[in-house]
């Protein structure tokens, strides 16, 4: 017959949450862990990169899938031909920038920001979006005519053949390289992360060596392969008490498991390598349990509607109504101050739809167009899905960096635009009352409001502290 200790501790490894210590288990924390390598490709085909992913000496690591993610340097340098003189950067008319430029698309380069805008930007970088800034009216060096203004190439399917080496066996994963998009999928996340077919385990102070052989010509950027699960930290001999607010307590007085989500959210500039950051209280009605992650950026608008300047604006009876007037414009003599400067920032570009319109025999449309219509012509380049940053996430309840080094967001989260299933972590995370979740974020390319929401639940009301047993040199348990 079974004894009442016995059935406590029976009931206690069916309600712990997972990821937690239980009874009759060695003592220790197992919690949601991302290792990830970063190559830098030159996009030049049979180019060898390697990275070597170290595993701490503080617990296993567990790999349970496998993704990755492209972050492409789509910047090229647009010569401005024909540029004013003296070159005053509200004085450059659209005919001096390249064709290509135009339908692509193109923006100021971030690194002029200082010399192009009047106003200085706040401490975080480029200002802040949707506040307009004034173009400067001091002329600028004439050099600085050919890398004004950036060309922002459309991003491009990357291939590339990877292998993988686990120092601890001695072992290869694959018996020869295999290609990214055979064995990983589309480099823009919309799949979901391939999962392993067993769990992978590597043993504290091994080694993880990955090896990359590009085949893409002209493709150049930061490459990212993580490898998600999770890490058991603590060992049978630990001295110290691990103390975890078990969400289903099994001898406490009943209380109200609630679905909750946790939202950082932040300002993102657009200005590259600009790092923002944010802290979240965890409350103190209890524990919260993340499971899964996700994220998405709010952006304001893609329309780009030029300013009215009265010199370059003609007025003519509507030929329907001659009692209405009718606003013409000329394309060609449009400047970068007839254009906000948060568009100039995100970048613009002519619509697919409108080029025949906008352009004829090579050359900006030079008839009159109705302002309502070049209200049209332009749109942006901040659109959620290209948006592109580094996160890492920081667990101020156990003092632990939840991923090796700052990870791409497509590498490590998933599509951008929402159409993915949320990152499920490998283990719930459990953060404790009165702690805070530190998100630090790098920004790469975007511009307007980022979320990124830890979807989870809480308990409120009943006890939220429940101490774990306490393992000795020995190993018994007491």
């Known amino acids: 017959m079974m004894s009442a200790q016995q059935a406590r501790a029976r009931n206690a490894m069916r309600t712990a949450p997972p990821g937690f210590n239980t009874a009759g288990s060695p003592s220790g924390l197992v919690m949601p862990f991302d290792h990830a390598a970063s190559f830098e490709l030159k996009g030049i ?16 690591f567990v790999a349970v899938a496998i993704g990755y993610g492209f972050e492409e340097n789509r910047a090229r340098p647009a010569e401005l031909t024909n540029p004013p003189a003296p070159l005053k950067p ?9 064709v290509a430029a135009l339908i692509e698309g193109f923006r100021i380069n971030p690194r002029f920001d200082r010399l192009i805008f009047k ?3 706040d401490d975080r970088g480029r200002g802040i979006p949707g506040r307009e800034r ?21 991003s491009e ?3 590339f053949l990877f292998s993988i080496l686990d120092s601890g066996t001695g072992r290869e994963l694959q018996d020869e390289p295999i290609h990214n998009l055979a064995s990983l999928g589309n480099s823009n996340g919309s799949r979901p992360f391939r999962m392993l077919a067993q769990p992978l385990s590597f043993q504290p102070r091994s080694t993880i060596r990955l090896q990359i052989i590009e085949r893409s010509d002209g493709i150049q950027g930061t490459l990212f392969i993580v490898l998600y699960g999770y890490k058991t930290l603590g ?18 007085p009943s209380s109200r498991v609630i679905p909750f989500d946790y939202v950082a959210s932040f300002q993102l500039t657009g200005s590259p390598g600009n790092q923002v950051e944010q802290e979240i209280p965890i409350n103190v009605e209890g524990g919260f349990v993340a499971t899964s992650i996700g994220y998405g950026l709010g952006v304001e608008t893609l329309d780009v509607k030029l300013k009215e300047d009265k010199e370059k604006i003609t007025e003519v009876a509507d030929p329907i109504d001659p009692d209405k007037k009718k606003k013409l414009i000329k394309l060609s003599e449009l ?8 568009a100039l920032q995100e970048g613009i570009r002519i619509r697919p739809n409108f080029i025949r319109v906008a352009l004829q025999n090579g050359s900006l449309f030079s008839e009159n167009m109705p302002l309502e219509l070049a209200n049209r012509v332009f749109e942006r380049l901040n659109r959620p899905d290209d948006v592109s940053f580094r996160y890492s996430i920081f667990d101020s309840g156990t003092g632990r960096e939840l991923q090796n080094q700052p990870i791409n967001n497509i590498a490590g989260l998933g599509i951008a635009n929402g159409d993915r299933p949320f990152k499920q972590l490998a283990r719930p995370m459990l953060f404790l009352p009165r702690s805070t979740i530190r998100v630090i974020v790098e920004e790469q390319f975007g511009r307007g409001n980022l979320f990124i929401v830890f979807q989870g639940y809480k308990r ?19």
Request: hydrophobic content about 35%; aromatic content about 4%; overall charge negative.
């Open 235 to 252: 060992t049978a001999t630990w001295r110290q008490p691990i103390a975890a607010p078990f969400i289903h307590s099994p001898d406490g």
């Open 119 to 121: 106003d200085l930007p």
């Open 460 to 478: 409120l009301g009943g006890p939220v502290m429940n101490q774990a047993p306490i393992a000795g040199r020995d190993g018994t348990r007491r």
């Open 90 to 98: 509200g004085e450059i008319a659209l005919t001096s920038i390249p």
């Open 134 to 154: 004034t173009l400067s009216d001091d002329a600028l060096p004439s050099a600085h005519s050919r890398n004004i203004i950036e060309r922002l190439k459309p």
């Open 335 to 342: 400047q970068l101050k007839d254009f906000s400067s948060n």
């Open 45 to 60: 085909p049979g180019n060898i990169v390697q990275d070597v992913i170290n595993i701490s000496s503080d617990g296993t």
């Open 157 to 159: 399917e990357i291939s």
